[in-house]
C-alpha cells in the first residue's frame, strides 16, 4: 500500500471527469498501443527518468490488467500531477504492480464507465501515490476508498464464503454426533 494520505492532493470531481473524458486511445487494446512508451512519457512528465529496458518490459506484451495501466496514465497525467514534479516513482509502482489487482476483479472499461468505478480508482490511485483529495481528511479519504474498493468487497465475500463453510462444517459435524449419539442408545435399549 501507499505510504499513507496525509497530504492533501488535487480536487476529486476534477480527477473522475477527466476519467469520464478517457481518451479513445487510451482505451485501445494493449498491443495495439505501446503501454512501455505511454508509462515512459508519463515519467518523464512527472519529473522522473525514462524507463530502464528492465521496467519497460513489464509493460509490454498483451496482459489484460495493461488496458488499466493506460487508464492510468491517462488519469496521472493531469495537470496537478505534472506540475507538483514529484510522482514518478509512486507512480511507476502503482502502474507496474498496484493496478494489478483492480484489474483482476474489474475490467478496465468499467473505470471509464461507471460512476463508482472511476471514483474507486482515484481514490485509489491517490491512495498509492500517498495524498488525498482536496477537503478531505485522512481518515474520511479512507473510508470512502474502503467503501468502494473492489478489492475490498471481493475480501469481505471471500470471508463470508469462508464463514459459511465453517458453519455448514459445524453443523454438519453436530448432525453426525447427534445421529451417532441417537444410533449407540438406540443400541443399548
Known amino acids: 500500500m501507499a505510504i499513507g494520505m496525509n497530504a492533501e492532493g488535487p480536487q476529486l470531481e476534477g480527477l473522475t471527469r477527466r476519467l469520464a473524458e478517457t481518451p479513445a486511445e487510451f482505451l485501445a487494446a494493449p498491443g ?18 525514462p524507463l530502464t529496458r528492465t521496467q519497460a518490459e513489464v509493460f509490454e506484451g498483451s496482459d489484460p490488467h495493461l488496458a488499466l495501466v493506460l487508464i492510468g496514465c491517462w488519469l496521472l497525467h493531469d495537470e496537478w500531477f505534472v506540475r507538483q514534479g514529484r510522482f514518478a516513482r509512486a507512480a511507476l509502482q502503482l502502474l507496474s504492480e498496484g493496478l494489478k489487482p483492480l484489474a483482476a476483479l474489474v475490467p478496465a472499461g468499467q473505470f471509464v464507465a461507471d460512476t463508482d ?9 491517490l491512495n498509492q501515490v500517498g495524498v488525498r483529495p482536496t477537503g478531505e481528511s485522512a ?19 471471500a470471508a463470508a464464503r469462508a464463514a459459511e463453510e465453517r458453519a455448514r462444517a459445524i453443523r454438519e459435524a ?4 447427534a445421529a451417532e449419539e441417537a444410533a449407540d442408545k438406540w443400541n443399548r435399549e
Open 32 to 49: 495495439v498501443v505501446r503501454v512501455a512508451a505511454v508509462v515512459n512519457d508519463l515519467l518523464v512528465d512527472l519529473g522522473g527518468g
Open 117 to 125: 468505478r472511476r471514483e474507486e480508482l482515484v481514490r485509489y490511485a
Open 139 to 157: 481518515a474520511q479519504a479512507q473510508d470512502r476508498l474502503t467503501t468502494l474498493s473492489s478489492v475490498e468487497r471481493q475480501r469481505v465475500m
Open 174 to 177: 453436530m448432525a453426525k454426533k
